[in-house]
């Protein structure tokens, strides 16, 4: 055994280097070491890894939720023809983190102390065997050792009780992969003020679908502006007064539920309005996405709320820009130069004392997210706290996205109880670590610029059109209703 253990450790450090090829059974199924004798799911341990006895397990894992007939993604990878189609480009694609999508990865600057609910991750080990099997010629292997297909069920979101569906469907062109981001206001019919204990979308046409943000439009003013397809073109935010955020959902984000006694609340004769950012595909499709919910009966006793900060223009409001390179003589200033790979701008607030008379309870936060432009390529959110307590350090990173990318945005919640969650107290500082890519170098920006039929980078500043930038930390916080709410 220690031999096998010894092999596998090999693989795991990593991966061009790894060397299989040189191995004597090139091109043929691995002797198998060790199989479950009774439990039918004891994985097969190979020394050299085979499609049959560990990649299929892998790409069942962490691919095939969207990479199966009918899913979102643009082709399947579920037989041994299909990822030995596309081994080349997904060796690249998961070597550079780009699959399975998913921002939040630690690195030096920011470690994250805690799980991440459906972490689509491949760990160090599934990526070393998926790179080492296809450098090493992929073998089959023993058919008998192949697993049962696995089947992900359609997400449902449990206990549901309103479905929201777009007005009409929404027709998606084809027009040259054109991204398009609009707004679908929606009116719930909620009489009262009403509270959500759990959210979820469910996009209609999945493959152009990328990624849906829900907002709260407290004064109904989204109506007014949808046009003939019963939408509007927005793509910072909804454009309307004091929006507050539900969710940010992205393929292979699953429903949320904050539990009976936790709920978000949605104000009386609010509007949601769900932004929808589509990614065409080579076919015209029409879009109806849904939004359910699941309301609570009664008032809970903790509330939860998506607090979007950040957005810091100069130094001068509540929440103050940090100096940072370039800044003018007059003080820090949000402006990333253009051709510049490496721009960072940060922001921080110190959480105030009281809110509206009350002091400000201590807050758990359940989830995070990260939102910037284009340009935006690493962001970060940390908290320095005033008076940590047992289990709460005094400094901690609650969230790094080193691999973000717009198409991509979603939220990520802790998988903790609640009692274990990160806090936010009185006094405590949050900080905000942006970073920019603001050169022809970023994919992302190539295209925008291109989109806008603009030839080189140009400054960008603040603001909400797709060539301003943003830097926004999402948290989702919970904490004890009080006589406001
Ligand atoms: C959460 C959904 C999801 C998961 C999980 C996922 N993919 Fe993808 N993948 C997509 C989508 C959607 C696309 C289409 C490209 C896009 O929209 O960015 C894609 C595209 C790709 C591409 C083509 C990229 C290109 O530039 O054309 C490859 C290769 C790929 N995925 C490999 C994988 C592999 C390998 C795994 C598992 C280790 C995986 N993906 C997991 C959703 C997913």
Same mark, same amino acid.
């Given at each position: 055994?220690?031999?096998i253990?010894a092999?596998?450790?090999?693989l ?11 191995c &004597? ?8 070491v060790?199989?479950?004798?009774d ?8 020394t050299?890894?085979t ?7 892998i790409l069942q894992?962490k691919?095939?939720?969207c990479?199966s ?24 694609k998961?070597v ?14 920011c470690?994250?102390q805690?799980k991440?609910?459906d ?6 080990d ?9 450098d090493?010629?992929m073998?089959?292997g023993d058919e008998?050792?192949r ?7 359609p ?6 009780t309103?479905t ?10 084809a ?8 707004c679908?206001?929606i ?6 003020d ?6 979820n979308v469910?996009p209609?046409?999945s493959?152009?679908?990328h ?10 003013? &989204? ?8 939408s ?11 929006p ?12 949320t539920?904050?539990?009976?006694n ?12 769900l ?6 595909t080579?076919? &015209? ?20 709320q998506?607090?979007?900060? @950040? ?5 001068q ?11 003018p ?8 130069p ?7 701008e940060s922001m921080e ?9 009350f002091?400000?309870?201590t807050? &758990? ?8 432009h ?7 959110v940390?908290?320095?706290?005033k008076n940590?307590t047992e ?16 198409n991509?945005?979603? @939220? ?8 274990k969650?990160p ?23 190539r295209?925008a610029?291109a ?11 603040? @603001?909400?059109q ?6 926004l ?8 209703a009080?006589?406001?709410?």
């Amino acid at each position: 055994m220690p031999s096998i253990r010894a092999a596998v450790a090999a693989l795991a450090p990593f991966l061009g280097l790894v060397t299989l090829a040189a191995c &004597s059974q090139l091109g043929e199924p691995a002797g198998v070491v060790e199989v479950g004798t009774d439990a039918p799911d004891v994985r097969p341990t190979e020394t050299v890894p085979t499609f049959a006895g560990t990649i299929e397990r892998i790409l069942q894992d962490k691919c095939q939720r969207c990479h199966s007939e009918g899913g979102i993604a643009p082709f399947p990878l579920e037989s041994y023809e299909d990822i030995r189609g596309a081994a080349s480009l997904s060796r690249a694609k998961v070597v550079a983190k780009e699959m399975p999508p998913w921002g939040a990865y630690d690195d030096d600057a920011c470690k994250v102390q805690h799980k991440i609910k459906d972490d689509l991750r491949l760990t160090d080990d599934e990526l070393a065997k998926l790179v080492g099997w296809i450098d090493n010629g992929m073998p089959r292997g023993d058919e008998s050792l192949r697993p049962a297909p696995k089947h992900y069920p359609p997400v449902v979101l449990e206990g549901k009780t309103n479905t929201l569906t777009m007005a009409a469907p929404y027709p998606v062109l084809a027009a040259g992969g054109k991204d398009d981001i609009q707004c679908f206001p929606i009116d719930p019919g909620f009489v009262n003020d009403t509270w959500i204990g759990g959210t979820n979308v469910v996009p209609g046409a999945s493959q152009v679908v990328h990624h849906v943000i829900v907002y709260v439009d407290p004064k109904g003013e &989204s109506a007014a502006k949808a046009g003939a397809n019963q939408s509007y073109p927005c793509f910072g935010g909804p454009d309307v007064s004091n929006p507050s955020l539900l969710l940010a959902w992205a393929p292979g984000v699953p429903p949320t539920n904050y539990g009976d006694n936790v709920g978000l609340k949605i104000p009386k004769g609010a509007r949601l309005v769900l932004q929808v950012h589509y990614h065409p595909t080579n076919a &015209s499709v029409a879009d109806q996405t849904k939004f359910e919910l699941r309301v609570l009966a009664d008032k809970p006793d903790y509330v939860a709320q998506v607090l979007l900060l @950040g957005n810091a223009k100069d130094d001068q409001g509540p929440i103050k820009l940090l100096p940072g390179p370039g800044d003018p003589a007059t003080g820090p200033a949000f402006v990333i130069p253009a051709n510049v790979a490496d721009h960072t701008e940060s922001m921080e607030v110190t959480l105030p004392e009281t809110i509206q008379g009350f002091p400000l309870p201590t807050l &758990s936060i359940a989830a995070t997210g990260t939102h910037m432009h284009w340009a935006g390529v690493d962001m970060k959110v940390e908290i320095e706290r005033k008076n940590p307590t047992e289990g709460q350090p005094a400094k901690e990173c609650l969230v790094g996205t080193p691999k973000y990318d717009f198409n991509w945005q979603r @939220g990520y919640a802790y998988d903790e109880p609640m009692e274990k969650l990160p806090t936010a107290a009185a006094g405590d500082k949050l900080r905000f670590t942006c970073k920019y890519d603001n050169t022809m170098g970023n994919k992302h920006v190539r295209k925008a610029l291109a989109e806008q039929h603009i030839a080189t980078p140009t400054e960008i500043h603040l @603001g909400e059109q797709t060539l301003d930038e943003m830097c926004l930390g999402v948290l989702v916080v919970t904490r004890h209703a009080n006589l406001l709410d």
